[in-house]
T-cell receptor, first 116, second 111 residues
Framework: EPEVTQTPSHQVTQMGQEVILRCVPISNHLYFYWYRQILGQKVEFLVSFYNNEISEKSEIFDDQFSVERPDGSNFTLKIRSTKLEDSAMYFC??????????????FGPGTRLTVL | QKEVEQNSGPLSVPEGAIASLNCTYSDRVSQSFFWYRQYSGKSPELIMSIYSNGDKEDGRFTAQLNKASQYVSLLIRDSQPSDSATYLCAVNPTNTDKLIFGTGTRLQVFP
């Protein structure tokens, strides 16, 4: 069964460093997403991406964040200068729906980011 | 601010019983609703989606939607200890791509 994959599973970094989180969405999916979940809190939307551009982003997704689809399979989230409060689980998700109704999103296993 | 509300629990049910999980949402025009299961330390796993008023059944799971009351629920029949997890309600508001999640209800099924 196709699934979303993410690497690394755990990333430890120093405050102020740049990190890149990587995702391989399900191969025939068209919509890609990043969410985060701070320990003990709810899953929060960061950004959605379709047709090689951002389609929607949240208030959390400020200038420190960027996303890219560098090739036909990978989807990345970059945090330019990490802060302590960026420590969280980051989930990539993908959807095959060419439209917004019935938008079933399938999540990857997540990357645990720890900022020291 | 669009919100999704869930009772955090824990909801404790004996093995074999029906577990009933509830969720309310604030955006009246939302059209798509989802239930995810999340085991501790793992990612959300999609278990049900529902778009129309009424019931939708899939195996031991039944999702119920009442748009007039802005209420969606999940019933788990014949609950098993392996169903013990946090159940997340998620709503896709109209004209957006994102899912808005509730805080989740922790379900404990005891033998």
């Amino acid at each position: 069964e196709p699934e979303v994959t993410q690497t690394p599973s755990h990333q430890v970094t120093q405050m102020g460093q740049e990190v890149i989180l990587r995702c391989v969405p399900i191969s025939n999916h068209l919509y890609f997403y990043w969410y985060r979940q701070i320990l003990g809190q709810k899953v929060e939307f960061l950004v959605s991406f379709y047709n090689n551009e951002i389609s929607e982003k949240s208030e959390i997704f400020d200038d420190q964040f960027s996303v890219e689809r560098p090739d036909g399979s990978n989807f990345t989230l970059k945090i330019r200068s990490t802060k302590l409060e960026d420590s969280a689980m980051y989930f990539c998700a993908s959807s095959d729906l060419a439209g917004r109704f019935g938008n079933e999103q399938f999540f990857g296993p997540g990357t645990r980011l720890t900022v020291l | 601010q669009k919100e999704v509300e869930q009772n955090s629990g824990p909801l404790s049910v004996p093995e074999g019983a029906i577990a009933s999980l509830n969720c309310t949402y604030s955006d009246r025009v939302s059209q798509s609703f989802f239930w995810y299961r999340q085991y501790s330390g793992k990612s959300p796993e999609l278990i049900m989606s529902i778009y129309s008023n009424g019931d939708k059944e899939d195996g031991r799971f039944t999702a119920q939607l009442n748009k007039a009351s802005q209420y969606v629920s999940l019933l788990i029949r014949d609950s098993q200890p392996s169903d013990s997890a946090t159940y997340l309600c998620a709503v896709n508001p109209t004209n957006t791509d994102k899912l808005i999640f509730g805080t989740g209800t922790r379900l404990q099924v005891f033998p």
